[in-house]
């Protein structure tokens, strides 16, 4: 369903767009300007999705591992819950296994 004002609404955006980029081609610094611009916001998202990660392996440590090894968690030997430093230490184990593992690297194996 295209209506006719989200179409101008695309039109204008692109025609932005291109005169964005014709003036970065005679002034070179307004990269820089661009990027100092967007860095906050980029900063801002990159921490709310960490935030987020710790957040949700916390709930599902709390959610699986006592079903999991409910034996274990009576006797001590695994916690029940974990805190944000523990899941922190979790999630930098998991990213450096991520990357050994070569996650999200891009390769494609070849056959």
Do not use: H, Y
Request: charged residues 10%; aromatic residues 12%; hydrophobic residues 65%.
């Amino acid at each position: 369903m295209n209506s006719p004002w989200l179409i101008s609404m695309w039109r204008a955006a692109l025609a932005w767009l291109c005169r964005t980029f014709a003036q970065v081609k005679q002034k070179p610094w307004l990269i820089v300007v661009i990027v100092l611009a967007l860095l906050p916001a980029l900063v801002a998202l990159l921490g709310g999705v960490f935030v987020l990660a710790l957040f949700l392996l916390e709930v599902l440590w709390a959610w699986t591992i006592p079903d999991l090894f409910p034996g274990a968690v009576e006797q001590g030997l695994v916690a029940r819950t974990i805190s944000w430093f523990t899941a922190l230490k979790i999630l930098i184990v998991v990213i450096f296994l991520g990357a050994l593992a070569g996650v999200g690297g891009g390769r494609k194996s070849e056959r």
